[in-house]
């Protein structure tokens, strides 16, 4: 492919609540880019506020900005990171095709490795027969087979029966069936930092704003369209409170509380996971995010 524009991908990655996609927007533009999503819930449709989509920043402000990995597959759909790392793939060709920048932009771990790393993510079976040698396994006892494989990549794997059984048959498979390492374009990695009092606050501002904004209307909207209370209570954080709240379980001023702490908590686990990225000899260059957007999008720029 020839191009006058670096093939490689700018990634824009942060604890929530970090204004990652205003700044991925403005990079965008000053790149003739396009945003990919790293974002483990914002495939998915109709699941907007929750997720922090924020779809306005791609069109106002100057030029519309395109954007992948966004409303590509229905609530309720089983969506995991063998397909995400397909559709990373051949969003990111598409985009390098037209010889313009791919600015990947979010805050899910898991998401961000696959889009990065050398790992190939395959589909991965349901194993009948392990499922079975582990039925009578107790969460404790399924939660150490799970540790057994190494330090936990995703702490929510843990948080139902489920999830933990999946990650153990996902990491079996892979043992046994190793895959080539992936090929990829170089990378620059932008990483947004606040301090943590600074995002508790923000993390805060926004809970209220996105309830403003019709939050629990919008869950009740995905119930009544025949998505389950355990669905949406398996993505976690504001659709498992929120649905709670709905169905009876939490009252609104419990649900806000924990919610907000549970928010807090992810976005600390999300700051451990860019240590350990960094410790796997991923270079991430921190801004202050204090700083104006203009900014940063001059630092970036004078970097790349």
């Avoid at 880019?33 to 100057?62: H, N, P």
């Avoid at 037209?98 to 961000?112: D, M, N, Q």
């Avoid at 995703?154 to 046994?176: G, K, P, V, Y």
Wanted: one cysteine or more; glycine letters at 8%.
């Amino acid at each position: 492919m020839q191009s006058n524009r670096p093939t490689k991908l700018l990634a824009v990655l942060g604890p929530t609540a970090s204004g990652k996609t205003s700044l991925a927007v403005g990079l965008a533009r000053a790149l003739g880019g396009e945003i990919l999503s790293a974002d483990s819930r914002q495939v998915y449709r109709g699941m907007d506020i929750g997720t922090g989509k924020d779809l306005s920043e791609y069109t106002s402000g100057g030029a519309p900005v395109p954007f992948h990995l966004i409303d590509i597959v229905p609530a309720g759909t089983e969506y995991n990171l063998y397909r995400y790392q397909k559709d990373f793939d051949a969003a990111c060709a598409d985009v390098l095709s037209r010889s313009h920048t791919p600015v990947l932009c979010g805050g899910s771990g898991l998401y961000l490795c696959a889009a990065l790393g050398k790992k190939n993510f395959r589909e991965v079976p349901t194993n009948a027969s392990l499922r079975k040698e582990l039925e009578d396994k107790t969460d404790s006892e399924l939660e150490q087979i799970l540790r057994s494989f190494g330090p936990l990549h995703n702490h929510t794997d843990t948080e139902t029966r489920e999830r933990c059984l999946r990650a153990i048959e996902i990491l079996q498979f892979e043992r046994l069936h190793p895959a080539p390492d992936r090929q990829l374009p170089p990378a620059l990695l932008i990483g947004i930092s606040f301090d943590p009092e600074t995002l508790r606050h923000r993390i805060r501002a926004r809970l209220e704003s996105r309830l403003e904004e019709g939050m629990v209307d919008e869950v009740k909207t995905l119930l009544q369209s025949g998505v389950t209370p355990s669905q949406l209570i398996y993505y976690g954080l504001e659709y498992k409170f929120l649905t709670q709240y709905i169905t009876g379980e939490l009252s609104y001023a419990d649900m806000k509380e924990n919610l907000y702490h549970a928010i807090c908590q992810f976005a600390k686990r999300q700051r451990t996971w860019f240590r350990k990225m960094e410790k796997d000899g991923y270079e991430i260059h921190w801004i202050d995010g204090h700083l104006p957007v203009s900014e940063k999008i001059k630092k970036v720029l004078e970097m790349w």
